[in-house]
């Protein structure tokens, strides 16, 4: 079997969004971090504001095939000094797209890119860093 290239892209919210908050809130909901107190519906209306408000596209990295970018492998959201959510697909765990994910998103993680600039050298620009799986 041919290995499978993966690749970073920007946030398309119209494409990525499904995905995104139906993996979120349902991570968020059978594994929660406190216990949750809330009615359901209201959890519910809550995180999504709390998702909303973080899903900015300087803020997302999307890990997808190289050959088709509207298949998502995982996905990370993070602000400067906090990740708030990464999430790789079972199948492509332990295989780099993590890692992958945090190179991309490293400079957004550490504060140097707050405001979503890509500083990166303009020869490289455009040359996503890759991982096949």
Same mark, same amino acid.
């Given at each position: 079997m041919k290995p499978?290239?993966?690749?970073? $892209?920007? =946030? &398309? %919210?119209? *494409?990525? &969004?499904?995905? +995104?908050? #139906? *993996?979120?809130?349902? =991570?968020?909901? =059978?594994? @929660?971090?406190? @216990? +949750?107190?809330?009615h359901k519906k209201d959890w519910w209306v809550h995180k999504s504001a709390e998702i909303k408000a973080l899903l900015k596209p300087q803020n997302v990295r999307v890990a997808c095939f190289k050959d088709n970018t509207y298949t998502i492998a995982g996905y990370m959201v993070a602000t400067p000094d906090n990740i708030h959510h990464l999430c790789v697909k079972k199948d492509y765990r332990n295989q780099g797209v993590e890692e992958l994910l945090l190179k991309a998103m490293k400079g957004r993680?550490?504060? #140097?890119?707050?405001?979503? *600039? &890509? $500083? $990166?050298?303009? %020869? *490289?620009?455009?040359?996503?860093?890759?991982?096949?799986?």
């Amino acid at each position: 079997m041919k290995p499978v290239e993966i690749i970073t $892209r920007e =946030y &398309d %919210a119209q *494409t990525d &969004d499904p995905y +995104i908050y #139906s *993996t979120w809130i349902k =991570y968020s909901w =059978y594994s @929660p971090k406190e @216990p +949750i107190t809330m009615h359901k519906k209201d959890w519910w209306v809550h995180k999504s504001a709390e998702i909303k408000a973080l899903l900015k596209p300087q803020n997302v990295r999307v890990a997808c095939f190289k050959d088709n970018t509207y298949t998502i492998a995982g996905y990370m959201v993070a602000t400067p000094d906090n990740i708030h959510h990464l999430c790789v697909k079972k199948d492509y765990r332990n295989q780099g797209v993590e890692e992958l994910l945090l190179k991309a998103m490293k400079g957004r993680i550490d504060g #140097s890119d707050e405001d979503g *600039t &890509d $500083r $990166r050298d303009p %020869a *490289t620009k455009g040359q996503e860093p890759s991982q096949s799986i």
